[in-house]
């Protein structure tokens, strides 16, 4: 069964760049949703199918994967962007679905 | 606006059940496919099982196989995850969250706020 690895943390100061990685998986064909989720909050989705984001979600948000390496990245950080991200797939052949075990974003 | 209300959480006793409830409004329900979500409080999200719109498709996570059944009822626009054989590791926050499919593969654009099962003697 799959299983994806996301760092634990990841710290940048305002205005910088925070890159999020999910890996441990061969993601060429697949696609990577990813999800946000403050504190005390319910995930909202922030990206979906690689690089789309639903409505509302800044285009400071976005995503890519290579083949064993997804990434969502988060250019101009800002306090509010503090949250647990986390990547999903969905597991096609045993009809499951599968989350990295999320990244705590601290904003300096 | 889509909203997702949970409930039917609380305290349980190992070895007893709890049926979920989610209602669902500001979308066609019966349009879309859904999924239970959950969290230990602290630790991360884990997929727990998926339903069809149609509920012909229906699976579920390892853990969940055998103990809890995911349902639906299209006519009061209401999602159910019955959980039976309760253990202290379901102890979580239960999500449930509408689910939109890419051509690879099943994402939850939206997600309710979640209702806390505590198993415990």
């Known amino acids: 069964s799959y299983v994806l690895t996301q760092s634990p943390s990841v710290s940048v100061a305002p205005g910088q760049t925070a890159n999020i990685s999910c890996g441990g998986h061969n993601f060429g064909g697949e696609s990577v949703y990813w999800y946000q989720q403050r504190p005390g909050q319910a995930p909202i989705l922030v990206v979906f199918?690689?690089?789309g984001r639903p409505s509302g979600i800044p285009e400071r948000f976005s995503g890519s994967s290579s083949d064993n390496t997804a990434t969502l990245t988060i250019t101009g950080v800002e306090a509010g962007d503090e949250a647990d991200y986390y990547c999903q797939v969905w597991d096609a052949r045993r009809d499951q679905g599968v989350f990295g075990g999320g990244t705590k974003l601290t904003v300096l | 606006e889509v909203q997702l209300v949970e409930s039917g959480g609380g305290l349980v006793q190992p070895g007893r059940s709890l049926r979920l409830s989610c209602e669902a409004s500001?979308?066609?329900?019966?349009?879309?496919?859904m999924h239970w979500v959950r969290q230990v409080p602290g630790k991360g999200l884990v997929w727990v099982a998926h339903i069809s719109w149609n509920s012909f498709t229906i699976s579920y996570a390892d853990f969940a196989r055998g103990r809890f059944t995911i349902s639906r009822d299209n006519a009061q626009n209401s999602l159910y995850l019955q959980m039976n054989s309760l253990r202290p590791e379901d102890t979580a926050f239960y999500y449930c969250?509408?689910?939109?499919?890419?051509?690879?593969?099943?994402?939850?654009?939206?997600w309710g706020q979640g209702t806390l099962v505590t198993v415990s003697s």
């Open positions: 969250a509408k689910a939109e499919y890419d051509r690879r593969g099943y994402y939850f654009d939206w």
């Open positions: 500001g979308f066609t329900f019966g349009d879309f496919d």
């Open positions: 199918n690689d690089n």
